[in-house]
C-alpha cells in the first residue's frame, strides 16, 4: 500500500515536491489536532494537550515549507492534492486510545516520524533531479532528528503498566 | 485563486466522539477524499442515516444530512433521491441498523435500483449501545446478551446484497486507506444502487483479532486472486467466504447497469408532459361521459 497515490516520482518538479511536503505536514497537523480533540472528549486531557502541541509543531513546520514553496514559485497552482496521501507522517487512527498515557502518545508519534523517513527514503532512488534529491534528502533527515528528541523524551519517562484496559467496560456514552 | 474541492472541505465543525481508536474515523476521512475526487460541492449532496455509533456521519460533515430513525435509512433516503433526482445520497450505517431492524428495506432498495450508495460500517456489534451481539456478529462471540456464546449463524450482508440483485458490491477496510477511499469513490460514480461493506472494528467492544492490526495480516485484495468483479456467479462463490476471509474491492459490478428507478421516473414524467393522456383520467373522463358522478 502506498501512503501516495497519482504522483510520478519521476516526474515530480521542485515545487511539486515542495507542495507534497507541505501537505504531509498539514495531514499530520490535522491528525494530531483530532487526537486532541478525541482525548479531550474522552477524558484524556494530559495526552489531549501533548497531542495539541504536536499539532503546533507540524503547523510550524508546514508553514517553514510553505514560505520556502512561497519564495521560489509564488503562489502558483500545485498538481498535489490532499486527498492523495494517506497517513505519510500522521499517525493512522488506529493509534489513538482513550486514556493512553503520555508515554504511549510519544511511541505513536515515534513511530509515525519512522513512517515518514520510510516513505522519503522509499522515494530518494525515484527521484532524478538533484534539487529535489537534495530536498528529500532533507526532510529524510529532519524525521531522523525528530525521532532522536522523541527518543529523548520517552528515556525521560518511565515505563509504567498499561492500564488503559481497566477502563474498557466503561466507554463515554455516544 | 481556490477552485477544487479538498477533502476538508466536507469535514463540518462538529468534532465526531467515537471512541479513539475506531474504525469509523478512517471511513469519515474516506468519504471526505472520495467527495473531494468526485467534485460535487457539499450542497449538491446527502447524507442519510439511521442509529448507532456510524450513523453520526451526517453531522460530521458540510452536506445535507439526515439522521433518522434505527433502520429506516434506505427508504427516506430513497424518498431524498426521487425528490431531488440531482442530488448525490450517500446512505450511512452499521450492520445492525442496515441488517437487522433495516434488513427488510435492503432487497426492495436494491431491487428498484435507486441511484443511491449504501456504505455499511461492519462492527459485528452493536457498540453504541455497549456491546451486544448484532446480526452479523459471528458464531461463538461472547458479548453481554451471549454471555455463553453466539449461537446464532450471522448474516453475510455481502451475499444478501448479491443475491438481491445489487449492481455494484465491493468490501473495504480503513486498514487500507487508499484502497477504501478508491472503493468508495467506485460505489458513488457507480449508476445505480451500490453497497460497499466495510469491516471497521469496534475498538471498545470487538474482538482483537476484527482490529485494523489484525486486518492488515488477513487482508487479501480480490484483484490478487484474479477475480473478475463483472462475473457475477464468482463473486457469490467469494462472499461465501464473508467471516472467514478479509476480501477487499469489488466483488460485483453490473457491466451494463440497467437504467435506475430515478432515471425511470424521470422518463415517465416528461412523457406525461408531452400531453400523452394519463389512464387514470381517460377511465374518469369515461366514467363521467356515462353519466357517473355525483348526484345531486
Not at chain 2, 446527502?46 to 455509533?53: D, E, M, Y
Not at chain 2, 453504541?128 to 456464546?149: A, H, M, N, Y
Request: charged content about 25%; proline content about 7%.
Amino acid at each position: 500500500m502506498t501512503p501516495v497515490t497519482g504522483i510520478d516520482f519521476e516526474r515530480l518538479t521542485l515545487r511539486d515536491a515542495l507542495d507534497l511536503a507541505i501537505l504531509i505536514e498539514e495531514e499530520a497537523r490535522d491528525r494530531y489536532l483530532e487526537f486532541a480533540e478525541q482525548l479531550a472528549t474522552h477524558d484524556t486531557p494530559e495526552v489531549a494537550d501533548f497531542f495539541a502541541r504536536m499539532s503546533r509543531i507540524e503547523e510550524r513546520h508546514r508553514m517553514e515549507l510553505l514560505e520556502r514553496r512561497r519564495t521560489l514559485f509564488g503562489n502558483t497552482r500545485s498538481a498535489v492534492e490532499r486527498r492523495n496521501i494517506f497517513d505519510v507522517e500522521a499517525p493512522e487512527y488506529e493509534a489513538a486510545r482513550a486514556f493512553m498515557g503520555v508515554r504511549q502518545a510519544l511511541e505513536t508519534v515515534l513511530a509515525a516520524e519512522v513512517k515518514a523517513q520510510v516513505f522519503f527514503s522509499e522515494a530518494l532512488p525515484r527521484v532524478k533531479d538533484p534539487e529535489l534529491k537534495a530536498l528529500f534528502e532533507e526532510l529524510r533527515d529532519e524525521e531522523v532528528q525528530h525521532q532522536a528528541l522523541v527518543n529523548a523524551e520517552l528515556a525521560r519517562r518511565p515505563e509504567k503498566p498499561d492500564d488503559s484496559e481497566a477502563y474498557a467496560d466503561d466507554p463515554v456514552a455516544q | 485563486m481556490k477552485d477544487l474541492l479538498s477533502p476538508n472541505d466536507y469535514k463540518s465543525p462538529l468534532k465526531p466522539i467515537w471512541c479513539p481508536g475506531c474504525g469509523d474515523y478512517g471511513v469519515l476521512q474516506a468519504l471526505y477524499r472520495a467527495l473531494s475526487a468526485i467534485g460535487r460541492p457539499p450542497h449538491e449532496i446527502a447524507f442519510i442515516s439511521g442509529i448507532g455509533c456510524s450513523s453520526r456521519i451526517p453531522g460530521y460533515t458540510t452536506a445535507y444530512g439526515f439522521n433518522t430513525v434505527h433502520g429506516r435509512a434506505l427508504p427516506i433516503a430513497q424518498g431524498v433521491k426521487l425528490a431531488n433526482p440531482d442530488l448525490l445520497v450517500i446512505v450511512a450505517g452499521g450492520d445492525g441498523d442496515g441488517f437487522s431492524i433495516g434488513g427488510g428495506h435492503v432487497p426492495h432498495a436494491i431491487r428498484r435500483n435507486v441511484d443511491l450508495t449504501y456504505i455499511v460500517m461492519d462492527n459485528q456489534v452493536y457498540g453504541l449501545t455497549k456491546g451486544q451481539l448484532s446480526p452479523t456478529s459471528p458464531q461463538g462471540l461472547k458479548t453481554v446478551t451471549s454471555p455463553l456464546g453466539s449461537i446464532e449463524q450471522p448474516i453475510n450482508p455481502l451475499l444478501t446484497v448479491l443475491a438481491s440483485g445489487a449492481g455494484f458490491v465491493a468490501q473495504a477496510t480503513p486498514a487500507d486507506m487508499p484502497g477504501m477511499t478508491a472503493l468508495i469513490e467506485e460505489a458513488i460514480r457507480y449508476p445505480g444502487f451500490s453497497f460497499v461493506n466495510i469491516q471497521s472494528p469496534c475498538i471498545t467492544f470487538g474482538e482483537e483479532d476484527q482490529q485494523l492490526k489484525a486486518h492488515k495480516s488477513r487482508m487479501k485484495t480480490l484483484a490478487s486472486l484474479g477475480h473478475d468483479p463483472a462475473n457475477q456467479l464468482a463473486a457469490l462463490d467469494l462472499a461465501r467466504a464473508y467471516g472467514t476471509e478479509l476480501y477487499t474491492g469489488v466483488f460485483y459490478r453490473n457491466a451494463t447497469p440497467p437504467p435506475t428507478y430515478d432515471a425511470q421516473i424521470r422518463q415517465r414524467k416528461a412523457e406525461l408532459q408531452r400531453g400523452e393522456p394519463r389512464p387514470r383520467s381517460r377511465v374518469l373522463d369515461g366514467y363521467l361521459r356515462a353519466g357517473g358522478g355525483p348526484t345531486s
